[in-house]
C-alpha cells in the first residue's frame, strides 16, 4: 500500500469529518475503504493528553471488542490510517438530549468495564509526577489545573468576555476543597471522550472512536464526561448509571453520588470556559443558522456552569449575541 499518496488523497478531498484535533477522511482502497486521520494544525489544545492515539489503540486491542484496527503510522507527515467503519454516527439520528437506542446504553457500559479489566502492567507508560493509583484528589486536582491554565492564559483576550457572562476570576475555587474527600478507586484506562459524534452505530452494535484523549485515571471520571457530552433523558441517565454500578468492579464504582457531581461541576465550569473561546471563533464566518446554534448552545452551557457558582442561570442567547459581536464581525 503506498500510504504516502493516500495520505496526498485524503488532504485533497473535500469529504472531511472534523473534530478539534483531527480531520477524518474516508478513502476507497482495493482492500477496502480506510480511515485516514489527519491532525489539525494549530489546534487548540484544551484537554489532558498524555498518549498517542495509536498507542493506545495497540494497548486496547486484546480487550475492547469495538475499536478502530489501525493500520498505519506515518511520523512524518503526521498522520494514521485507520479501518473505515460503515455504519451511522449516533448523533446524526439521536442528538444530544434525546433518548439513544436500548443497546447503546450496554454497549457504552461495555467498553468502560472492558477498559476497566486492562492490568495496570499493560497500560502505557506515564509522566513521572502523574497521581498513584487510588489518588483520585489528585486526579481531579489535575483535571482541574489544565483548566485553569486554559482560563488564565486567555484571561487578557477574553477578560470582557468573561465578565460579561460572569465567569468568575477564579472559577474552580468553590470547587477545590472537595477533591480531597474523593474516595479513593483503582485507576483505570479511560476513553474519556465518549459522545454521541464519536460512536458509530452498525448492525445493532456501537463502535467508539477518537481515542486521542484516553487518560490513566479515576473510573467515575468517565462516566461523568460521559454525562456532561450525552446530555442523555433523565430515564437513561439514571439506566445507565444502574448499568455501570452492577457490571464493573465494585471498587471501581465506590463512593457515594455528591463524587459524580463533583467531576460533573468540573466539566461544566470546564466547558464554560472552553466553549466560550472555541464558539467565538467559530462565529467568524458562520451563517446565521450557526451562529443561532452556536450561540444558544453556549448560553445553555454557560448557565449550566453559573449554577455551580451560585449564580443565576439567566444568561440568554440575546446576551452571548452581543457580546461575541466583535467575533462575528472579523
Known sequence: MNWRALYEEARRSGEVAAGYYNRNVGVPTPDGKVNVRIPIDGADVMDVRV????????????????????????PTPRFQVHHFIEGR??????PRGSAVPDHV???????????????????????????ASGDSGGFGRLLARLTRQIHDAHR?????VFAAFRIPDEPLAVLEPRWDAL??????????????????????????????LALWGDPLYEIAVHFHKMDYPDHQRAEVLKKWRSRLPARCTAGPDAELDLYLA???????IVDTIRYSKQLAGADERVRAFLVGRLARKVNAARAVWGEAPTLTPERVARVLAPWVER
Open 156 to 160: 487578557e483576550a477574553y477578560g470582557p
Open 183 to 212: 474516595t479513593g478507586r483503582p485507576f483505570v484506562v479511560l476513553h474519556a471522550d465518549l459522545h454521541r459524534k464519536n460512536m458509530i452505530v452498525s448492525g445493532g452494535a456501537t463502535w467508539f472512536l477518537d481515542w486521542e
Open 89 to 94: 454516527v449516533l448523533d446524526g439520528f439521536s
Open 51 to 74: 498518549w498517542h492515539e495509536e498507542d493506545v489503540l495497540a494497548c486496547i486491542r486484546p480487550y475492547v471488542s469495538r475499536a478502530p484496527e489501525l493500520r498505519h503510522v506515518s
Open 105 to 131: 446504553i450496554g454497549d457504552v457500559v461495555d467498553v468502560m468495564d472492558q477498559l476497566a479489566r486492562i492490568p495496570q502492567e499493560k497500560a502505557l507508560p506515564l509522566p513521572a509526577d502523574w497521581p
Open 266 to 272: 468540573h466539566e461544566r465550569v470546564k466547558s464554560a
